[in-house]
């Protein structure tokens, strides 16, 4: 069940009133529940049950804190991108010996950090990286525990913005290219063949390219365990997606179970990095109604949130839910929900069928994922507050920037 239900006329995380949040945080306003966080990490953790598996949160979905508390003290893992995510998520008590660190562009500093925190494995994506890592961790005298990001050239059939697994994209070594780079990996002193690891793409609605993905890494597998390189675990990577308006993704079982059937004979451990599904679901965005702008070809109405906090509608076309907080008789139109920021792009909805008046509040559903992670200052607009729901108790967990903190970094010339 959703955590974000009409009570009593009024929209509300668990047991708190969204029209009180806004009142006591101002807007606009992220809100998380805890509850739903949890519930989308059990349904993963149950299915896994009995199996030597560990879930690892891919932290750019939403890397507050707050949330890697909540999952980290419920026996998740964490799948990081960057020196900045590590020191996140060490900052948030994770342990690094659940720690896989992804990536295509990992520095030389980076991969000392995470070697010095001890992290589970680096995956890597490409033969230039591998070399890299040898000397890194020569360096320091440690040996780098490694599985290589393999692209198996699958169509996720996703947006070709998130779309990972094709020959044509950045990311992982070639199919073709892995056997001779897990040979060449085997004989460096200062790394450790630990696993394979492949992550398709993301908001993938079908569960066939996981499996048809799966089945190509694990040829790999089998070819490599011949020539005695023996992997201890396989990363199934992220990807399942959420429904945000009328998808209808896989149950997470349904995800799972083909792919768990064919993990079942063998002794290697099972890592997944899901984003989305963990965080997305769990957290909207609260904004008012600055001002209504009726108009014959198009109506507006401005909203203090804009594209600078939410981008995925700019950025992709994606779609979010916008409901009211306090649904309100009065004439449905259709409006253009749109920001301050000075851009036509700058929309987080079109065409919306809604009874609006200036002043009422609006929440902006699924938005717990790519969401505060990618927002920005653009036209100087400090980031918004960001709240975490806990049954009756609202935390503030992250305050809203001050305006002075933007610009805190920057000189005049002398
Ligand atoms: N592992 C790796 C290596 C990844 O690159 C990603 C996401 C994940 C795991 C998690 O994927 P998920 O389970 O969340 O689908 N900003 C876009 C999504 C970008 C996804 C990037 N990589 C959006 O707003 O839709």
Known sequence: MSAFVLRQGILHAEEVSLADIADRFGTPCWVYSRRALEAALDEFQSELGGIDALVCYAIKANSNLAVLDVL??????FDIVSGGELKRVLAAGADPRRIVFSGVGKSAGEMELALQAGILCFNVESAAELDRLDSVAGALGKVAPISLRVNPDVDARTHPYVSTGLKENKFGVAYEDALPLYRHASRRRNLRVGGIDCHIGSQLLDS?????????????????AAEGIALEHIDLGGGLG???????PPTV???????LARLRQRQLRVLLEPGRRLVGNAGVLLTRVEYLKPGDVKSFAIVDAAMNDLARPALYGSWHEIVPVVPHPGAVRPWEIVGPVCESGDFLGRGRELALAAGDLLAVMSAGAYSMS????YNSRPRAAEVMIDGSQAHLVRRRETIEELYA?????P
Do not use: H, T, W
């Open 253 to 259: 079982k349904d995800y799972l179970q083909p792919m």
């Open 72 to 77: 980290a003290r419920r026996g998740a893992g």
């Open 374 to 377: 990618m927002s920005s200052n």
């Open 409 to 413: 970094l920057e000189n005049r010339l």
């Open 208 to 224: 066939a390219p996981f499996v048809e993905a799966l089945d190509k890494i694990l040829l790999l597998v089998d070819r490599l």
């Open 242 to 248: 959420i429904r945000y308006r009328d998808e209808v």
